[in-house]
């Protein structure tokens, strides 16, 4: 009876391909996140630092940072789609649609789009595309993710359940430049440099050019608990000692996107916007202690439409130590020591 | 000199029945006391988490958390009644008569309504009744807490000072589900469990019932401490490793209840608002690196006036460490091992 | 190509007389930097904590402490004046010319005012003269600050650089009392003692005067770290167990100040505004665990022309572990073991 109330989170065979699931509790953005996201995460850009700033490029109200949309959104779909997640296996074709402004709130859907019964009988791969909507109903941010999840005749023993039909759904290796939405009324033509703090401007970043962003951040479990909480991702092995056997507390994927992220102003000043996020592993995972750095490398460059405005595809690599060498993979392919995330999204820059 | 103007707190002496005691420090709440109890407590609830929700069941502006007003409100009571506290032996009689919104400022009156000396004559039991009111002198909560302090003759030393008549107030073993208030306009005829995260209502749950409510959550000093002061909670064992023989800060007892209630939501998702706290036992204290759990019994269950809503009498019952069992105390009556908190309370939930 | 993009920090050679810096990224002020400035350090004073009774002495709309500005202030200084500091030796002439309140955006820009290189041929000494302004344009906060920074030729070796001309700036020792910005509107005449939680007014301290703010503080680095950031400070000393060779975090010197005047209440409750800082000192460095403890001593007493109000000059002394005797030098004139800060300031009390 007791289990009947809690949440057992889903399994495999819990899954069908077009089955839409709305995620629980809306949740309203105040300017206490703001607050919060910069005493966790060491960010400086001027959008989201300073109203004066974010209107003087043509963004008012202020917005947040488009991860703290993205956190509070992906946070709804935990419950429902990877409580019992063996793996996140990935992201795809996130985009960021509309600025999120404190006052606003977001409710978070998935569908499903693919499912796919590993060999082993045991572990399954499901694909959800999910949209984030505001109180308006506009699409704030859209993604799609895969995790591979226990079935449930697995953990719970008895016959094997039998297999879905196999359905891989087609996701593109990027977000394609032209598809990138720029925020209504962004304009760069008037930019402030010296405000931002730095004059590197989309020309000045070439194809291959890799950054060191230099500085360092050791984790604590405090601080990645608290963010974890502030967008109520619920999955007890970030939260818990006794939730694994090593008894130590896993840091929440996101929270080394947002740290590396915050860290790669040292380098990237004036990119000032996530427009779209194409792929991301989670390579290893971090802990409390952990002190992590970051680098990134140019992958493509592009102008866009609105005024003075450009885009820069990067390639955002965290580390668990200091890599000068910049070494994303060894020569057997493998991810090089030390790599925790790997990251592929598209930044707005002024041109 | 000095001494005379730092706060040396009441002993045992400065008491007397039918005293008023004016708290210091009014208490402005905002929506980063929102980000930030959202930070500290994994609380999914969607009144306090989404505007839009909350002004879906009648409820605008949007309220914070019940135990927000009531951390602040009691953290003023700390100076003048509990900083020379042996014991915080129990509270009653608590009741949230109108939400708590951001713009509010909580001020708290406390009148001494009851004083028995122990046999030892080195402490006695102080009861009091405070009340909270907001920044147009409407009573907000009010309650009645009975501590443990030490008599001023028994720490400076001299000859014992006299024992004051005893008078033990009458309080009721619980509030009357008739005397429940509902926040005016409240209206959960148009509810939705689906943005709430659960099915279940009042119907749903039965008198005996109890309820693991699975996750746990390892505690940090950081945490606890920045809690505690976000109350103006000023106990100095809370903050201090040398204030204690053990060199441990010890956890706010408010800070436990807060964890419970939230990690409640995993089984009493519709459970939203907190309308009184009949009776609360610190069972034994908590400190860093504890692994807390809770699990809930259903006490009662009645029906209000108010449209659609009803109301569930619960035990919540935090625990180090997870009871699957569920055991409050062993055959000769004492609480089980690993009891920290024993909280009677009532909470709103839809019918 | 990498480290072109990367902020390499200024040395003494980059610094010349009269120069003028605009720091990067203008910062808007939340009620997130009240309610996490009310977590982080145990402030209690009833101006910042209460809209109402803020308003009740002149001051509306609510404003922040003055040292969120000065932190906020500060941070944006420490990329170009003090990203290759040795040591910061010392303050002058800082003034709180307005209050900031929430929505306010604050902008620094410094002009050096001195420099003078040391015998050693390897540093020098930079004087700047920093002026935070608000999105009007007014300025909030300025004060003079000098900082030992490497010469680059020592650095990076090869020829020494030729010194510069040295160019020391006369600064005041204190700011006299006249000299003191009461804010527009303030009126102490109707001043309630009560709910500031003090009796104590100008007129009850003598110059000479040391109170034992009794209370202390446990230093844990999730919380320093959290308040650093919030400050947008970079230095990456405070925040990566791999920039020191001793593998631990530097606590900002500011978290320290803050902690200390949060302490104060205990004892100086009255003191609710900070109007200048006249000198501070790091006397030494504090660590996670270090438990901070706080005494202060009158230096001057003052009345000011705005209704109700005068001024305490105070020394606030920072320790770690609680010094009962308040020693401040020992007989040969150096500073007692322990001490952390010696701050030098003016605080606004009612008469």
């Known amino acids: 009876m007791t289990a009947a109330k809690t949440n057992p989170g889903n399994f495999f065979e819990d899954f069908a391909v077009g089955q839409v699931i709305d995620h629980a509790t809306p949740r309203t953005i105040t300017e206490g996140d703001r607050a919060l996201y ?34 509070v959104a ?4 935990v419950p429902d789609v990877s409580l019992n997640a063996v ?7 996130c985009r960021f649609h509309l600025p999120v402004v404190p006052g606003d709130t977001l409710s978070t859907r998935s569908e499903v ?36 999840v226990h079935k449930r005749s697995a953990v719970e023993g008895g016959a094997e359940s039998p297999a879905p039909e196999t359905v891989v759904p087609a996701l593109a290796p990027a977000v394609e430049a032209g598809d990138l939405v720029v925020p209504a009324g962004l304009d760069f033509s008037s930019y402030d440099d010296a405000a931002a703090g730095s004059p590197h401007r989309l020309g000045d970043y070439e194809v291959g050019e890799r950054i060191d962003h230099v500085d360092g951040v050791t984790l604590t479990d405090a601080e990645h608990m608290m963010a974890t909480r502030l967008w109520q991702n619920t999955a007890k092995v970030h939260f818990s000692t006794d939730a694994r056997p090593d008894g130590r507390r896993l840091v929440y994927g996101g929270h080394v996107i947002s740290l590396a992220r915050a860290l790669s102003f040292n380098g990237l000043a004036n990119a000032q916007l996530i427009a779209a996020i194409n792929a991301g592993a989670h390579v290893s995972p971090a802990f409390a202690d952990d002190t992590v750095h970051a680098w990134s490398e140019v992958i493509d460059v592009a102008e866009l439409d609105a005024p003075g405005v450009g885009a820069l595809r990067l390639r955002l690599v965290a580390t668990r130590g200091r890599d000068e060498s910049m070494t994303l993979r060894t020569e057997d392919g493998k991810y090089a020591d030390g790599v925790l995330l790997d990251l592929d999204y598209w930044a707005l820059i002024p041109r």
Do not use: C
């Open 38 to 71: 910069g005493a966790i995460y060491p960010t400086r850009f001027a959008v989201p630092s300073s109203a004066e700033f974010a209107a003087s490029v043509g963004l008012a109200p202020h917005p947040v940072e488009e991860l703290v949309g993205f956190h």
């Open 113 to 148: 789009i693919g499912l796919k019964q590993n060999s082993n009988g045991r572990t399954g791969v499901v694909w959800v595309r999910s949209t984030a909507t505001n109180q308006r109903g506009e699409v704030a941010i859209d993604w799609a993710r895969w995790v591979m």
């Open 74 to 77: 992906f946070g709804k779909t």
């Open 87 to 93: 793996a996140n296996l990935g992201y795809a074709e």
